[in-house]
Nanobody, 124 residues
Framework: QLQLVESGGGLVQPGGSLRLSCEGS????????IDWFRQTPGKEREGVSC????????DYPDSVKGRFTISRDNAKKTVYLQMSTLKPEDTGIYYC?????????????????WGQGTQVTVSS
């Protein structure tokens, strides 16, 4: 059974950093691309990374560009989201999700498997 399990969320002050982890199991890791999304209060689910299969290209929305970085450790079957210079508007539930087929749009409906989410709260 395919599983994605996020961890690493928590409470952080504005300007701080967090690293989220997404560990996969129960599927052929190399066949899937993993990206991160977030659900912030009052907004639709937003993608915060969009990575190609070969990892040669990663797109970020302007809201996180320069502050968030996705990385992947295939030996550990884990994808990370390094978040720095965090702002209160980054508060929300962060999800990792898996898809088999690449497109540069990275809309939520392209992703067939989702983790349960991890809460990130940025507040003083």
């Amino acid at each position: 059974q395919l599983q994605l399990v996020e961890s690493g969320g928590g409470l952080v002050q504005p300007g701080g950093s967090l690293r989220l982890s997404c560990e996969g199991s129960g599927f052929s890791w190399d066949n899937y691309m993993i990206d991160w999304f977030r659900q912030t209060p009052g907004k639709e689910r937003e993608g915060v990374s969009c990575r190609s299969r070969s990892d040669s290209r990663t797109d970020y929305p302007d809201s996180v560009k320069g502050r968030f970085t996705i990385s992947r450790d295939n030996a550990k079957k884990t994808v990370y989201l390094q978040m720095s210079t965090l702002k209160p508007e980054d508060t929300g539930i962060y999800y990792c999700a898996a898809r088999k087929y690449y497109s540069p749009t990275c809309t939520p409906r392209e992703f067939v498997h989702w983790g349960q989410g991890t809460q990130v709260t940025v507040s003083s």
